[in-house]
């Protein structure tokens, strides 16, 4: 499986930006955005997941996961961005099927993109 996410870039807080993880090598089932910024620890963005999908505190209400099956991608649909949601964001799969209790965990996760930098300027 690879997955190569892409869409960061520079933005000004307020302005909006739509990353894009595409898969190859199979079809997945669920799939996962974390961010890690400098010098912190990965942190959970968004998951989507058979039962539903999911949204770290921090991004709720203002991001949005989606996916298009043709295209075995998932976006995350990013608005009303501020200074703190400059990061790398990744884009994850599972290695099989996972519960939706452990999407937020990224033990859950086997497969990773290359992370895409976003950036927020004040």
């Known amino acids: 499986v690879q997955l190569q996410a892409s869409g960061g870039g520079l933005v000004q807080a307020g302005g909006s930006l739509r990353l894009s993880c595409a898969a190859s090598g199979r079809t997945f089932g669920s799939m996962g955005w974390f961010r890690q910024a400098p010098g912190k620890d990965h942190e959970f963005i968004s998951a989507?997941?058979?039962?539903?999908?999911q949204y770290g505190d921090s991004v709720e209400g203002r991001f949005t996961i989606s996916r298009d099956n043709g295209k075995n991608t998932v976006y995350l649909r990013m608005n009303s961005l501020k200074p703190e949601d400059t990061a790398v964001y990744y884009c994850?799969?599972?290695?099989?099927?996972?519960?939706?209790?452990?999407?937020?965990?990224?033990?859950?996760?086997?497969?990773w993109g290359q992370g895409t930098l976003v950036t927020v300027s004040s």
């Open positions: 994850a799969v599972p290695g099989g099927i996972v519960s939706w209790g452990s999407m937020r965990s990224r033990g859950a996760y086997e497969y």
């Open positions: 989507m997941h058979r039962s539903g999908t």
